[in-house]
T-cell receptor, first 114, second 111 residues
Framework: AQTVTQSQPEMSVQEAETVTLSCTYDTSESDYYLFWYKQPPSRQMILVIRQEAYKQQNATENRFSVNFQKAAKSFSLKISDSQLGDAAMYFCAYRGSNNNDMRFGAGTRLTVKP | DAGITQSPRHKVTETGTPVTLRCHQTENHRYMYWYRQDPGHGLRLIHYSYGVKDTDKGEVSDGYSVSRSKTEDFLLTLESATSSQTSVYFC??????????FGNGTRLTVT
């Protein structure tokens, strides 16, 4: 079964600085999808960014970008110009192309210091 | 919230009682999911459905059953609740291979 590992239970960043959250995964599939979700204190799960494994170009959404290293099975999230509203739990997730369940990492709690 | 409603939002129940959580969608998506969220574990898949009356087990399915008699409704049942099932439960929906969209969660406490 596919596993997703987030090795940083907690991270902190100064407002306006850049932070990178790590994620690794284990799979034997060649085609799959990766996601980062944000969960603020409201408990709502919000999609931040997605990456298709067949695409070599790293996905970017405004201040959020990923570093996708397929051979290393690594999928890190970079947040630039951090804002107080970025404080949340961040979950990395994997979804294979041959099945339709999505597996999540344990999460990283991000604190943003003013 | 992509047209997903979970009910109830909060529930407290006693050990040994049956509990049913409901997920209702208005998006007509094929896939529906139940996850539980616990500190240190992230979200773990309980069961999912890929169509009416078509369901499959996830990684933590023991003690849970599901039913989907209509496209829009996916029910999660705890046949006999235990304290280890105290958790926050999320329903999610998706079309094929698209990101999951989540409901607002149900906080269940088993005393």
């Amino acid at each position: 079964a596919q596993t997703v590992t987030q090795s940083q239970p907690e991270m902190s960043v100064q407002e306006a600085e850049t932070v990178t959250l790590s994620c690794t995964y284990d799979t034997s599939e060649s085609d799959y999808y990766l996601f980062w979700y944000k969960q603020p204190p409201s408990r709502q799960m919000i999609l931040v960014i997605r990456q298709e494994a067949y695409k070599q170009q790293n996905a970017t959404e405004n201040r959020f970008s990923v570093n996708f290293q397929k051979a290393a099975k690594s999928f890190s999230l970079k947040i630039s110009d951090s804002q107080l509203g970025d404080a949340a739990m961040y979950f990395c997730a994997y979804r294979g192309s041959n099945n339709n369940d999505m597996r999540f990492g344990a999460g990283t709690r991000l604190t943003v210091k003013p | 919230d992509a047209g997903i409603t979970q009910s109830p939002r909060h529930k407290v129940t006693e050990t040994g009682t049956p509990v049913t959580l409901r997920c209702h969608q208005t998006e007509n998506h094929r896939y529906m999911y139940w996850y539980r969220q616990d500190p240190g574990h992230g979200l773990r898949l309980i069961h999912y459905s890929y169509g009416v009356k078509d369901t499959d087990k996830g990684e933590v399915s023991d003690g849970y059953s599901v039913s989907r008699s209509k496209t829009e409704d996916f029910l999660l049942t705890l046949e006999s609740a235990t304290s280890s099932q105290t958790s926050v439960y999320f329903c999610a929906i998706s079309a094929s291979l698209t990101p999951l969209h989540f409901g607002n969660g149900t906080r269940l406490t088993v005393t």
